[in-house]
Structure formats: C-alpha cells, structure tokens
C-alpha cells in the first residue's frame, strides 16, 4: 500500500470534516474521492499533505509517516484553486520548483511538461496575465516535476475547457501508465466512472462507501446497468434519513 489513511481525524470547532475515516491506495491505482460539499474531501486531502495539521489518526507514504522529508517528496498536492504567483512567470515557476527540490537537470522535463499542457509559448507570460485553465496547467506542471508517486487532486476537473480537460485526463492515463497513485477529488461521477478504478465516497466526515462501480452495484443491490451517479444519488441520500 503506498497510501495508508487510518482513523484520521479533523475538527474545526464542533465540525467534524474528517471523523475518523481509513483506506489505502494501492499503487498504480486512480481513486475517485467522492461526497456532497463539505463532505470532508478538501480537509481529507490537506491533512493528508500536511497542509492542515489532523487532530488524530495515522497518514502513512509508503510506510513512512507523511510529515518525514523523504514522504513528502513522494506526494504532490494540487489544490483546487491554483497557488500561482502574479509576478512569476510559467518558466519561473518550474525554476522555483527545481530550487526547493532540489533538483538537478530539470529544464528538459520542465520544457517537455509545459508542451504536453500546450503552455510552452507561455513560459515568459507572467502569473498574473494567465487564464484560469492556464493557472491551472502551471499548477499540475510544477506539482509533476518532482517526480511524485503519490498526487493529490482537489477538484481538477473544473473551470477549464474541453481540450485542456482532454489533455488532463490523457495525462491522468498517463501517470496512471508510469505507475502513479492518484486520488482524485471530483464532483463530475461520469469521468470518475471512466477514469477511476475504485471510488471513495464521504459524508459529514466518514466513508459511507467504497469499492469498485461493480462492487458499489453489488452492496447497493443496484441494476447492473446502474451508473456511478445512480448508485452516488442513492448511497448520499440513504445517509440523510
Ligand atoms: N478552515 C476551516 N474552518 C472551519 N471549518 C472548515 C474549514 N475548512 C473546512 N471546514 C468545514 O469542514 C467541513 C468539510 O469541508 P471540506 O472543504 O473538506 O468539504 P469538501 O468535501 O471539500 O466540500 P466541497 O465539495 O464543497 O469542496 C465543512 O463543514 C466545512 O465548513
Ligand atoms: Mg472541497
């Protein structure tokens, strides 16, 4: 298991976002994190990255603690509203990348990123002139640089258009290929149908269910031709009653 997650924990105030969930990823699998809003996905992800401190429970990267250096350099972390600087530009941003990593030789994967996300005839443009979706694809760019096993996706999928959603989700397919783990937070079940191999779906803070769609048919009870959004709608709304 690359990823372990055991009884994490994290409350604001009396808000319990994350109360007391477990799972694993293995590796080279693409996972859906699922659940309505204020579910709990974020806070799940943040705590796993270290960006918010978790009130209890264990986060483990390949059976190191997460907080360890050498877990951290495993994991990327793209938020779900890109943290760009306005006075850097594209190319800037990979540098800035390469500096605190660390890393040596980076300009090739760097250029070879930025043409893969059609960004290269944008490298001098600065933070503040890009789009949305351009903000976006310099995230995922420098989250990628380093090499990571382990990626962290809050909400891709959103604000950008269909050929950047394409190129996304070939690069999504790709990494998957070289042997990454992705946990993908999303609200879009059709793409997580096709692109994910298991979903996990929260709810006020706990997992109420997960497995593959053809598992999640089987414990629901559910047609065989019922979709990831069928059995999302039905397994959601059982928790309100
Ligand atoms: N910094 C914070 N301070 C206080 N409460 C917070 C904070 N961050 C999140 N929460 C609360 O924690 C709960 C879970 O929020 P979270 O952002 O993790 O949900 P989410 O599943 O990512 O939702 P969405 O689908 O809307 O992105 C919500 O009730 C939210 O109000
Ligand atoms: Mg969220």
């Not at 998957?176 to 609200?187: F, M, Q, R, V, Y």
């Not at 793409?191 to 048919?217: F, H, P, W, Y």
Request: charged share 30%; aromatic share 6%; with cysteine.
């Amino acid at each position: 298991m690359v990823l372990q997650v055991r009884e994490l924990k994290k409350y604001f105030g009396k808000t319990k976002a994350v109360d007391g969930i477990s799972f694993a990823l293995e590796e080279g699998q693409v996972i859906g994190l699922l659940g309505p809003n204020g579910a709990g996905k974020t806070t799940t992800l943040k705590c796993i990255a270290g960006l918010l401190r978790k009130d209890d429970g264990s986060v483990t990267i390949g059976g190191l603690d997460h907080r360890d250096d050498k877990a951290r350099f495993r994991l990327a972390y793209i938020p779900e509203a890109p943290d760009i600087y306005d006075m850097l530009t594209v190319w800037e941003h990979m540098k800035f990348i390469a500096l605190a990593y660390n890393l040596a030789d980076w300009e090739q994967e760097a250029k070879a990123l930025l043409e893969r996300f059609d960004l290269i005839d944008k490298r001098t443009e600065l933070g503040a002139h890009l789009s949305k979706g351009m903000k976006q694809k310099t995230s995922i760019c420098c989250a990628l640089l380093h090499h990571p096993d382990v990626l962290l996706f809050d909400e891709p999928l959103v604000g950008i258009d269909p050929r950047a959603m394409r190129q996304l989700k070939n690069a999504f397919f790709d990494l998957k290929a070289d042997g990454k783990t992705l946990l993908i937070s999303t609200h879009m079940l059709d793409t997580a149908q096709s692109l994910c191999d298991r979903v996990l779906v929260m709810k006020n803070g706990r997992l109420i269910a997960e497995g593959t769609v053809e598992e999640l048919r089987e414990q629901m009870k559910a047609s065989a031709d019922s979709t990831l959004e069928d059995l999302f709608l039905e397994v959601t709304a059982d928790e309100q009653q």
